[in-house]
């Protein structure tokens, strides 16, 4: 079993939890909807993952849609006192599982209560608002309707933490304004590096930034130098994606999904795997 108990922390809100977590979107059906085709196999995945020390796993109520959810409660609960569970509101899933906005703040709330009985829990550790691109309103449109619509339910008790997913520097300023902003979680990996500015912004503040798809998601990444690199440290091309993100910044937190237990396994082993910073920093020149 590897263990990872040992490998470095980050403060997100108040608890500190490992910087290498664990993803669920993949344990759904597939493109997310529906069942998985193994249940079995998906709850050993989870388990495996928090026997191993992950305490930050990722999730929404629309994967699924309520599946993923469904799934950690059957295999978690009662959680361990360490586990953070993040997840999301923002959007649901059509009949044809379409991904649908929704973004006003009843729907909002009702995901929030969605995520609330599936998880089995009577208040959220963190709660991300998941913002689309809005073309009418630009990409810096106003997110403050609906982030006061989360902080109220953080003050009702629902919520402990509030975080962004999706967002611009500007927009995360503007929640600011609103309530404390836990965490931020943007698409970044180590040939999508837009955020660069933000990461560094976000670290001189003490928060969270957790990449989605850390490994390029469904099109997973491909690089001749990445390859080259990894087989010279006898590691995965995927396994030096990871340590190159845990090498970029403190704050960065990660959350690789799979719903198999051989993936799972060689993901969170890259949290105790160490290379030499030039190997790294030749990476990140030649991709």
Not at 23 to 34: E, W
Not at 241 to 251: G, H, K, T, Y
């Amino acid at each position: 079993m590897i263990d990872i108990s040992n490998t470095s922390t980050y403060v997100l809100g108040d608890r500190v939890i490992r910087r290498l977590g664990y993803g669920a979107m993949q344990l759904a059906g597939p493109s997310v909807f529906g069942p998985p085709k193994d249940k079995k196999a998906a709850i050993a995945v989870l388990q495996e993952a928090v026997a191993a020390g992950v305490n930050h796993i990722d999730t929404a109520d629309f994967y699924g849609p309520h599946i993923t959810n469904q799934l950690i409660r059957e295999a978690l609960h009662p959680y361990p006192d360490d586990l953070v569970i993040v997840t999301k509101v923002g959007a649901f899933r059509g009949d044809d599982g379409s991904f649908v906005h929704a973004q006003t703040p009843g729907e909002l709330t009702r995901a929030v209560h969605d995520n609330l009985r599936n998880l089995g829990v009577d208040r959220l550790d963190v709660v991300n608002l998941r913002v689309p691109e809005n073309p009418a309103g630009g990409i810096d449109a106003s997110i403050e309707e609906r982030f006061v619509a989360l902080a109220e339910l953080q003050q009702q008790g629902l919520i402990r933490h509030l975080g962004l997913s999706g967002v611009t520097s500007s927009q995360v300023a503007e929640a600011q304004r609103i309530a404390p902003v836990a965490c931020v979680q943007n698409h970044y990996n180590l040939v999508h590096r837009d955020d660069d500015a933000l990461i560094d912004a976000l670290a001189e503040q003490h928060i969270a930034y957790v990449p989605f798809f850390p490994l390029g998601g469904f099109n997973p990444i491909q690089s001749e130098t990445l390859s080259a690199v990894a087989n010279e440290y006898g590691i995965s091309p995927m396994q030096l994606a990871l340590v190159w993100l845990l090498a970029r910044s403190p704050n960065i937190l990660l959350i690789p999904g799979t719903s198999n237990v051989v993936h799972l396994r060689e993901n969170i082993a890259a949290a105790n795997l160490s290379l030499p910073q030039e190997a790294l920093s030749s990476l990140a020149l030649a991709v």
